[in-house]
């Protein structure tokens, strides 16, 4: 099949997809895998991927944080009493409690399912899409890419974030309960080291990112 080809066709597909209904993850990447088996690639860098998935984790905790009444807290502290007989406990809001972030960690990874690899077609820069958003709608920036075929559709990214949860978990508690700044360049690239891009050279990686679409 020609590149040409390729792209009318795909692209029909997804804009027709676009008004299908309960349409979920596997069975959508399995649809075009049997349509379109020659249009999709299949050699992928697993250091990029881990890099990919460590900031679509950011991005996910990021997002269930936010979705978090800001007026809702929590207790924290003893419930002994001191010589006075008073409990030493204080009310905090209950988003990016140590709590929280614990309970978001132990199922962060099953958003991992929504994703797929993809190439961008204009540089052939790998990227992780969510087929579907949370609207229920197709992901209108699949028009601007090539999916990469996987075996497994695509579980090895949940593989890459419980692996990059476990082993990183206390430096993700300790950014996000302090709302750091560039918690994707923090954790990914300075400690986890998963990535390249650094601080000093945020505005160029943002930049970059939005140039793609």
Known sequence: MTSKFCKRHIDYFLAEAKSWKSI??????????????????????????????????????????????????????????????????????????????????????????????????????????????????????????????DSDLNKSLKFYCEGIVEEYEENILRLFARDADNIDIKLCSTEAKLCSHSESDVDDYEFEDKDEL
């Open 24 to 149: 979920t993850m596997d069975f959508l990447y399995s649809l075009l895998l049997a349509l379109f088996p020659h249009c999709i690639l299949s050699t992928v860098d697993p250091k990029n991927v881990r890099c990919l998935v460590c900031r679509s984790v950011v991005e996910e905790i990021d997002s269930v944080i936010q979705k978090v009444d800001p007026k809702r807290t929590m207790e924290i502290g003893s419930y002994r009493l001191d010589s006075k007989g008073n409990q030493k406990q204080k009310t905090v809001p209950y988003a990016r409690s140590e709590m929280h972030l614990t309970d978001v960690l132990e199922t962060i990874c099953n958003k991992m399912d929504d994703y797929v690899r993809a190439t961008y077609k204009t540089s052939g820069e790998l990227t992780l899409l969510r087929l579907i958003g949370a609207d229920g709608q197709m992901n209108p920036e699949l028009s601007h890419v090539d999916i990469v075929q």
